[in-house]
């Protein structure tokens, strides 16, 4: 269940984020909550210091998320920006995903926030509706280059706070292995329905050893009711910061899981939860023990990598057998973004404009956070990356012609909105709650989050 339990990058399950990230659920960053009014009173200050003149070098903080793979490569980027900028210093700042937010809002609560900031797009409005972001566009950032709908997604009323680090998408892997032990075709994802999904699934299970599914549950993370919704009309959030759904839209999807469940097209509840709190490397569709699971393409590599054999990357399906009608899109794996306090915004600037559109940034990042959002970055570093990232960039290519209009972005309080879910999935599976019950409770909850 992987796509929805974690938001992009392909490193250590344990350190990263959904989208590429951990497999628990995004915590509720109570620290973020509490520290809004010290960074409004902050933002009340104004925009970022003016640079300051000196004669040694010009230090800067920047911070990320990640593993170890990670850091190596993003190192590896910065000894390239001071071998041609040697009179700016990046101090590195990392961790893991799991004390990466709460640490943050620590950090800009005391006014002490680092100058580069690796974003996330659930937090992304809420930092820079509260003036705690930098406005990238006033600065010498090339953006010429980037796929409208990335840039579009770091774009608010509060101005560009944040440039995509990487773009991906929302998938379904297969694990071809299994398909074939259990002697069932791969489908045709062109055209595949969710009945199709669901009659391949239950025919894996049945036609496999004893604890082999055919697919991994979904619901424990807002990608995959984003999708839902989009297929039938709605949204998860709508452009003014509300939501855009009815509890009777997600009773409908939870009820569709229900029944995979009692096919036995996906593990019992039990397993879900216990899947949720495995490594990635331990997950369903690397083990063999899942014939398909929901990931987002920029983890297809590690996962690869950790099954020791080829995972084949499918649209999801669709209640029409039309791909167009998939309702995917180009999401940010991350942003990079600024502290509106920091001391240096033109140097920053130009860090983040060698990041997204330096050649050497891209032969040392490759795709470890997704495929590059610049395209001539992208196609200058194709001939370096693995065949599994290469994979991942031809898929991403293919479906352009088919991606939906970008969703709104998390509204201020989505954070928590991944945890609301996960949680109401498993009283859905356990059978604590109706799917009806679970609807509205669920909803009333996002509404609350989002409005408070």
């Known amino acids: 269940m992987p796509l929805f339990s974690r938001p992009a990058s392909a490193a250590k399950q344990s350190a990263e984020t959904p989208s590429t990230g951990s497999r628990r659920p995004l915590r509720k960053t109570g620290l973020v909550a509490a520290a809004a009014a010290v960074v409004m009173a902050l933002s009340a200050c104004g925009g970022g210091a003016a640079s300051e003149s000196a004669d040694g070098p010009v230090e800067l903080r920047f911070s990320w998320w990640g593993g170890d793979k990670r850091a190596q490569l993003t190192q590896e980027a910065i000894k390239q920006f001071e071998a041609e900028n040697p009179n700016i210093k990046i101090k590195p700042e990392f961790g893991d995903w799991s004390g990466y937010w709460d640490k943050l809002a620590t950090q800009v609560a005391a006014n002490d926030a680092p100058d580069i900031i690796q974003m996330d797009e659930k937090y992304i409005t809420e930092y820079s509706s509260r003036g705690a972001l930098l406005d990238l566009s006033k600065y010498e950032i090339d953006t010429s280059k980037l796929d409208e709908a990335a840039l579009n997604a770091g774009k608010s009323e509060d101005g560009l706070t944040g440039i ?113 709190a495995a490594p990635l490397d331990q997950s369903g569709l690397a083990t063999g023990k899942n014939g398909m699971a929901f990931w987002w393409s920029n983890q297809a590599p590690a996962l690869e990598k950790a099954s020791g054999g080829d995972l084949k990357i499918l649209r999801f399906p669709t209640k029409t057998g039309k791909a167009d009608d998939a309702g995917l899109w180009y999401k940010a794996s991350q942003f990079w973004s600024a502290s509106s306090r920091t001391k240096h915004p033109e140097e920053t600037a130009k860090f983040i404009d060698f990041l997204a559109n330096n050649v ?22 194709e001939s370096k990356l693995t065949p599994a990232d290469v994979k991942v960039v031809k ?57 408070s």
Do not use: C
């Not at 424990?220 to 009309?233: F, I």
């Not at 470890?368 to 992208?378: A, F, H, I, L, T």
């Open 395 to 451: 898929f991403i290519d293919q479906i352009k012609d088919e991606l939906g209009e970008a969703p709104a972005p998390p509204p201020k309080g989505a954070g928590s909105i991944q945890e609301i879910i996960k949680r109401y999935t498993s009283e859905v599976l356990f059978e604590r709650l109706s799917t009806e019950e679970a609807g509205k409770k669920a909803h009333d909850e996002m509404k609350s989050a989002i409005s």
């Open 360 to 381: 050497k940034a891209g032969e040392a990042l490759l795709a470890d956070r997704g495929v590059y959002p610049n395209s001539d970055v992208r196609a200058a570093i």
């Open 164 to 276: 995509a680090a990487g773009i991906n998408a929302a998938t379904i892997l297969a694990n071809p292995k299994v398909f074939e032990a259990a002697g069932v075709p791969l489908p045709d994802d062109s055209t595949w329905t969710w009945q199709d999904f669901e009659r391949i699934a239950t025919e894996i299970t049945a036609k496999s050893p004893q604890g082999t599914y055919g697919a991994a549950a979904y619901g424990t993370d807002e990608a995959s009711l984003g999708v839902w919704l989009r297929q039938n009309g709605k949204s998860l959030y709508t452009s003014d910061g509300k939501l855009g759904f009815e509890p009777s839209d997600i009773a409908e999807w939870w009820e569709f899981l229900k029944q995979l469940s009692e096919k036995k097209a996906v593990p019992s509840a039990s397993e879900v939860v216990e899947a949720e």
